[in-house]
């Protein structure tokens, strides 16, 4: 829709234009892409407040994007993506508070070192620091420790960009329903331009790891889950075997756990992804395969101490789908005792569904961001993989649906930045301030131009209008093959 465009306006996105003629988005994981009508880099809140009152004047609907991790079309639109990366300026620092403000378009990765040269850090973080900040909370990315909230819950303020262009600072205490809806947004009210984060003192982890069965843990699982500030594990499907992670603050010596070329690289990367592609054509060949894994790179004792956010983040390796969904910490180990048992009897089949390692488990204490899947109640975080060897399809549709008919029963809230099947009278039953979001989220943005097809899906009432001037939200998924469920 250019021909929309005044002389002015076409100049101006011109001269913010990071993407040419033809750019197209992809996701880190290539499961979702979308081609955006313009790709613009603003460098100033000035230039953010701009562009939305341009697509709010002409109806053009317009989305930001960070790093693109997230592995469904949270960030997708075939109209206006910004790309927030020049937004990463350090604006204030209160030693004595010990919080730091940041453009919104910093990420983790660059944001570990600002807190690192000021004698702060993050008091959790997830498995990557490839986010951006605001991207990291729109979706309430997580850690774990059963103390410890989401990295939305550590934003004490931020600034918004509502729909109609307005500037709206938010906290605790000033527009507070804003801010507790704002934290944790998927996109929906605004443009994050700026957040506060509350840090404390720079910290070392000691973290060590072991191996355990699954069965110990789950009977013991009120014990362990206390053992340390930060515990987390993963289970091997087709084993009882499982590497429990645990750590706390310390002030030992630096021993940091180096990686083994031959061990780590070459067998658990290379060598993993070109079996796993082998094993689209010989499915049968996983159970081994995990076993395989477990017994040659997990089934030890594994010790470090470090910088935090060394001890935090740890390698993802290749592309992958990933479902993630948050059950209050009770029923933990009914879903995955529940999932074993399903497991387990697909392996029996000659035709049955054959799933990868591991199935990540992490706690997350309570929160009061309304749409925190963690809001008003301690949660365990079970996520599920099926990794995509050189971008390759695998079958994977049916695990999740089991997953997610298991983990819905025990109460369970999805994660946002995945891609779900929960829905708009679903979440209203998930979430007590859903009503209170949606309600504002027309407050903010009365002409839909943060909507797109994944807002329109989860978020907004059916058949509810959206007056922008095209839908502007096209997204399409990469993995189109029909491989064998």
């Not at 927030?84 to 453009?103: F, G, Q, S």
């Not at 082998?278 to 499915?283: D, E, F, I, Q, S």
């Not at 301690?378 to 390759?392: F, K, L, S």
């Not at 997610?404 to 930045?417: F, K, L, N, S």
């Amino acid at each position: 829709m250019p021909h929309l465009l005044s002389e002015s306006e076409r100049a101006f996105f011109e001269r913010i234009r990071c993407g040419g003629k033809g750019f197209e988005f992809k996701n880190w994981a290539n499961t979702f892409h979308c081609k955006p009508l313009y790709y613009l880099a603003p460098e100033t809140e000035c230039e953010v407040i701009e562009l939305v009152r341009i697509a709010a004047r002409h109806g053009l609907p317009l989305k930001p994007v960070g790093s693109g991790h997230s592995p469904s079309d949270l960030a997708c639109t075939d109209s206006i993506m910004l790309n927030m990366d020049k937004m990463n300026r350090i604006l204030a620092h209160d030693p004595y508070a010990c919080t730091l403000t940041v453009e919104a378009g910093v990420r983790l990765h660059q944001l570990n070192s600002m807190l690192e040269q000021r004698g702060m850090a993050l008091s959790s973080l997830g498995s990557i620091s490839d986010q951006s900040i605001a991207g990291a909370i729109a979706t309430a990315t997580h850690g774990t420790g059963m103390a410890f909230g989401d990295l939305s819950s550590t934003i004490t303020h931020l600034v918004i960009i509502d729909g109609t262009g307005r500037r709206r600072k938010c906290g605790a205490t000033e527009d507070p329903d804003l801010f507790d809806a704002a934290r944790c947004s998927i996109g929906a009210l605004g443009i994050i331009t700026q957040v506060t984060i509350q840090c404390e003192p720079a910290f070392k982890l000691h973290a060590v790891q072991t191996p355990d069965t699954l069965d110990h843990v789950l009977d013991s699982l009120d014990e362990i889950v206390f053992s340390a500030e930060h515990v987390r594990f993963w289970w091997f499907p087709y084993t009882d075997n499982v590497a429990v992670w645990r750590a706390n603050r310390t002030t030992q010596p630096k021993q940091p756990h180096p990686e083994s070329f031959l061990r780590d690289r070459l067998y658990g990367y290379y060598y993993y992804q070109l079996q796993l592609l082998k094993a689209r054509l010989t499915p049968d060949d996983i159970p081994r395969i995990t076993r395989e894994h477990f017994a040659r790179r997990f089934n030890r004792r594994i010790e470090t101490v470090d910088d935090s956010y060394k001890v935090f983040n740890f390698d993802c390796l290749f592309p992958q789908y990933v479902n993630e969904w948050a059950v209050p910490w009770e029923n933990a180990a009914d879903v995955l005792r529940q999932l074993r048992i399903w497991i387990n009897a697909e392996e029996q089949k000659p035709d049955g569904v054959r799933v990868h390692f591991p199935v990540e488990v992490r706690f997350v204490n309570k929160s009061d961001v309304w749409l925190s899947p963690a809001y008003g109640q301690i949660v365990c975080y079970i996520g599920v993989i099926m990794y995509r060897p050189y971008h390759r399809a695998v079958p994977y549709k049916k695990y999740w649906r089991v997953y997610e008919d298991i983990v819905r029963t025990q109460g369970g809230r999805p994660h946002w930045a995945k891609a779900h099947k929960m829905y708009y009278y679903d979440l209203r039953k998930a979430y007590p301030k859903f009503d209170d979001f949606v309600k504002l989220r027309g407050e903010c943005d009365p002409n839909g131009i943060f909507v797109n097809d994944y807002i329109r899906r989860h978020i907004l009432p059916p058949n509810e209008p959206i007056l922008t001037a095209g839908s502007g939200s096209g997204s399409r998924s990469l993995t189109c093959e029909k491989p064998r469920l």
